[in-house]
């Protein structure tokens, strides 16, 4: 019999949806024509990027001037982070000071510290138990230099949802640009660019079932942002670089169903979510990371004392079942998440972290799966952990 498999690792990457794959089928196929071509064939690829880039921005409420689209959620922060930095950097003559926070995804935080390293001044927030950044430390942290603040919307460890609004609100209020990394957050929240004081946003499409190696930056209308590096003059000269018509169009269909659905699987999700959570906890000495109710519907992240995530996600694995853990191995052993640190936890509870991240496809029957595979598993590590109470 074929083993159950079970993904509870949406956080990481979600399946590409059937209706996006066939949206894009034609034109990896027949419909090969280059966008930039004069003839029938290009001018077809060129309408159907222009139809996509406009079903993009009605799911964000902009405008489809305003959509940029990218090789993912990497290269969009990398974009509005460094593309605002030398432009502002040029216009002033100096090198002025940004605000993030210490648990932002790799691809904001190492382009911070890239930053830093060239001379320009950044600070990165702290953040409180439930890695929640408080708008306050925002207000404290601002300076007559301060030309960008970048926070993301939603974290990928931990689901905690930070208060963009309310930071977008200080940001405009005092001039500065604000940027945020909502890739974990499109498709997963409501997000109306209408209302949000947003001027740079990040999204990738395969974290809301669309195909990987594409994304798009939403630029607000007048936001300076210099590109990157030179080419043609694709994407208004900010992102050159033939496009991925067919990712293009997997990312809008992608995008135009999530959004569409977002309610009822938002509800589904939840319910799913909080059973979830329920059982972890009810196994002992098991604590939750991340915020209590101000968390993306699909995010579970917990600690087991005593056990090594890495031994569970080996144990989990064996079973079927695609998990992760809040570290990273580097060199063989494993280091604790920054955003786990960031939090307060101690090295030995952050290195027993467990992410579970659910999405389209899930059902009661996974969840009840991974019960019948952890609690044992995690009675066996527990016996084995020297660090276990009664334990030699
Ligand atoms: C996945 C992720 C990224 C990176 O996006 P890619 O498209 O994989 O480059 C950036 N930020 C967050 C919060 C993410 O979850």
């Known amino acids: 019999m074929q083993k159950r498999q079970v993904y509870l690792d949406h956080g990481a990457t979600s399946p590409l949806r059937e209706e996006a794959f066939e949206a894009m089928l034609p034109y990896l ?24 880039r406009e079903q993009t921005a009605l799911a964000l409420g902009a405008e489809p001037d305003e959509i940029f689209f990218t090789s993912g959620g990497t290269e969009a ?19 002025g000071h940004l605000v993030t926070s210490s648990v932002e995804h790799h691809a904001v935080l190492n382009v911070c510290k890239e930053l830093a390293d060239e001379g320009f001044q950044v ?15 925002v207000k404290r942290a601002l300076t007559p230099e301060t030309f960008l603040i970048s926070i993301m919307t939603a974290n990928n460890e931990v689901g905690t949802i930070e208060p963009v609004a309310e930071i977008g ?41 669309g195909p990987k190696g594409v994304g798009a930056l939403y630029v607000r209308r007048g936001t300076p942002v210099e590109p990157l590096y030179g080419g043609g003059g694709q994407e208004r000269g900010l992102r050159p670089g033939t496009e991925n018509v067919a990712g293009i169009i997997g990312l809008a269909r992608a995008l135009e169903l999530a959004v569409e659905e977002l309610p009822e699987k ?3 999700l939840q319910a799913l979510r909080d059973r979830l959570i329920e059982g972890l906890l009810g196994m002992g000495d098991v604590v939750l990371n991340g915020h209590p109710s101000s968390r993306l519907p699909g995010n579970v992240n917990v600690s087991f004392n005593y056990i090594e995530g890495e031994a569970l996600l080996l144990g989990l694995d064996l079973e079927g079942i695609a998990a992760s853990s809040g570290s990273a191995c580097t060199s063989g052993s494993p280091e604790p998440s920054h955003v786990l640190l960031a939090m307060g936890l101690d090295h030995q509870i952050a290195r027993g972290s467990l992410r579970l991240t659910l999405g389209r496809g899930n059902s009661d029957a996974d969840v009840d799966y991974l019960f019948t595979v952890l609690s044992p598993l995690v009675k066996r590590l527990r016996k084995m952990s020297a660090l276990y109470p009664g334990q030699g």
Do not use: C
């Open 29 to 52: 196929q027949d419909k090969y024509g280059n966008p930039s071509s004069m003839h029938s064939s290009g001018r077809d690829a060129r309408h159907a990027v222009e139809r996509a």
């Open 123 to 137: 600070t990165f927030l702290p953040v409180d138990r439930y890695g929640l950044v408080s708008v306050e430390s």
């Open 266 to 268: 938002t509800r589904w």
């Open 77 to 95: 922060n990398n974009i509005a982070i460094k593309g605002t930095a030398k432009r502002t950097a040029r216009a002033r003559k100096k090198k």
């Open 169 to 209: 609100a200080l940001a405009r209020e005092r001039g500065i640009l604000f940027h945020t990394d909502a890739v974990q957050a499109v498709g997963q929240l409501p997000i109306d660019l209408r209302d949000l004081k947003v001027d740079l946003l990040s999204l990738s499409a395969h974290k809301f079932n």
